[in-house]
């Protein structure tokens, strides 16, 4: 970032708008700027007036406007920064507005360079064209590790650090301060940087991002392991395991870029996403595309980019986009009906779903994937697509096996392979309710649950493959030839193609 803002001011653009809610961390990136250009370097707030950060020199020029003249005044220096703090709470006045825009032409003729830090980036039509709006990134691991770092120094004894790489990579996402304030909170709670300590920190983590309201981290509770069938799925995921690791890369593999899921509702696609989290090591963020939009007009698309500058920041990382198509549900009539909003916003996540470098792996789940843009479909976008369709009857027996470990219970006890042929056309979901309703049975009666308690709650259970079997059938068309088939077992036309290409 500090070569970005050399390059620009080297360039001689007048005014930049640096968007950061690290002030001080920016101005910090500043300093040696200044000294490395030989410039001077004036910081203004409303509280402080003028301070030279370098110097130590203040000027109290409290008010906007007097700061805005101060520039232009003899007292300012050529060839000098001049960094305004939060000064965007001030463009709504009509004159400040002006005598900025007036002051603009005048100090890159003085070589005087502007500089504007706020949290918020909201500029009027009148000045958007004469300043350059730039993102700060989010502290990296080599920032995080001098926070890290400040911390042990102000420790009164030696504190054991379990594994600083995955404690670093635990507060990716932080701001410095946000940072500071959890590895401290988890030393205090733990007495040490371990396995525990990190788990602190990723939960503060899930607090923080909670708060912007457009992404949610999801704490890992379980594993591919823990999910019946998909076989096929989970051998693909396996495989990618490690391939964010610097093994991986050395090896010359790229990260993988991201699956799409579709196939009958309640079948497990969601359920995969949360698995791969925990078996992964990476964290799980689960964008919801109906927070994005916002009433005001730009809102949706700054939305989106914050998001997603916000999972490139705690890459690597799975970005989960579950029900996508609801998601996308307004986007064909978006031109008429919103005024091209949805049309704008996916059409950013698909140039960054195609262009991105960081190491995201973008995790999407549909149920009517018929109604998705084909553009969002073409190869190049996703690694690759499956269809997550009904259980066959082994699967079956496997999901409730792992239904009645989950609940305590010994699945040698019951007849798997009854319960299995009697839930014919049920999903996972609707066998792991089929589990409890029997279980709620039998513990009304007082007694223990049996293998005839969850036959009885099947047969009173009409599944969806039943209650909806026109909309599974389209499904299941569309899929035929478009998508792979997660529970594809061994020994099918995949493995025949193999053969064959073996015997040539």
């Avoid at 004036?42 to 402080?48: E, F, R, Y």
């Avoid at 404690?167 to 988890?186: D, R, V």
């Avoid at 549909?366 to 843009?373: D, F, Q, R």
Wanted: aromatic share 8%; glycine share 6%; with cysteine.
């Amino acid at each position: 970032m500090r070569q970005q803002i050399q390059e620009y001011l080297k360039a001689g653009y007048p005014a930049l708008w640096i968007h950061s809610y690290e002030e001080d961390r920016v101005i910090r990136e500043l300093i040696p700027i200044a000294k490395e250009e030989e410039l001077g370097m004036q910081v203004w707030s409303i509280t402080k007036g003028w301070v030279d950060p370098i110097q130590k020199k203040q000027n109290e020029a409290l008010d906007p406007i007097s700061a805005l003249e101060f520039v232009l005044s003899e007292e300012g220096e050529n060839f000098c920064l001049y960094v305004f703090q939060n000064y965007h709470f001030y463009l709504e006045n009509p004159e400040i507005l002006q005598r900025l825009k007036d002051l603009i032409p005048i100090a890159k003729a003085k070589g005087r360079q502007l500089i504007f830090i706020s949290c918020k980036v909201d500029l009027p039509a009148e000045i958007e064209k004469e300043i350059t709006v730039m993102d700060f990134d989010l502290p990296g691991m080599e920032a995080l590790g001098k926070v890290l770092d400040g911390l042990l120094e102000s420790a009164a004894r030696n504190i054991e650090i379990v594994d600083r790489k995955k404690l670093l990579e635990s507060a990716l996402g932080l701001t410095c301060a946000e940072a500071e304030n959890a590895l401290a909170l988890a030393l205090v709670k733990h007495k040490a940087f371990n396995d525990q300590a990190i788990q602190t920190v990723q939960q503060e983590k899930a607090n923080i991002i909670k708060k912007t309201g457009l992404l949610e981290y999801i704490a890992p509770t379980f594993n591919l392991d823990d999910i019946g069938g998909l076989a096929v799925l989970k051998n693909w995921l396996n495989q990618r395991k490690r391939s964010f690791s610097d093994e991986a890369k050395a090896y010359g593999l790229p990260a993988p870029r991201g699956v799409l899921l579709t196939g009958i509702p309640g079948a497990g696609k969601s359920l995969t996403a949360k698995a791969v989290s925990a078996s992964w090591g990476l964290p799980l963020l689960r964008l919801d595309m109906g927070q994005l939009f916002g009433s005001l007009v730009g809102q949706s698309e700054a939305n989106m980019r914050k998001a997603l500058k916000t999972a490139e920041t705690i890459s690597p990382c799975i970005l989960w986009l579950d029900e996508i198509d609801k998601g996308l549900a307004g986007l064909s009539s978006s031109g008429s009906t919103d005024s091209g909003v949805t049309a704008r916003v996916f059409g950013q996540f698909l140039t960054w779903l195609q262009e991105k470098e960081r190491p995201v792996f973008v995790f999407a789940t549909a149920n009517n994937i018929s109604s998705l843009p084909p553009e969002l479909l073409r190869k190049g976008r996703w690694d690759e697509v499956f269809f997550v369709d009904l259980p066959q009857t082994d699967e079956r027996e496997e999901i409730f096996s792992i239904h009645l470990r989950k609940r305590n219970r010994d699945p040698k006890q019951f007849d798997l392979k009854a319960l299995a042929k009697a839930s014919n056309g049920f999903g996972g979901a609707e066998i792991e309710e089929a589990v409890i309703s029997g279980m709620y049975n039998s513990f009304a009666e007082g007694r223990e649950v049996g293998t005839l308690d969850i036959l009885m709650s099947i047969n009173e259970t009409q599944p969806l493959s039943e209650t909806m079997k026109e909309q599974i059938d389209r499904i299941r068309e569309w899929a035929k030839n478009r998508a792979r088939n997660a529970s594809e077992k061994e020994g099918s036309k995949g493995n025949d193609s193999v053969q064959r290409h073996i015997s040539l």
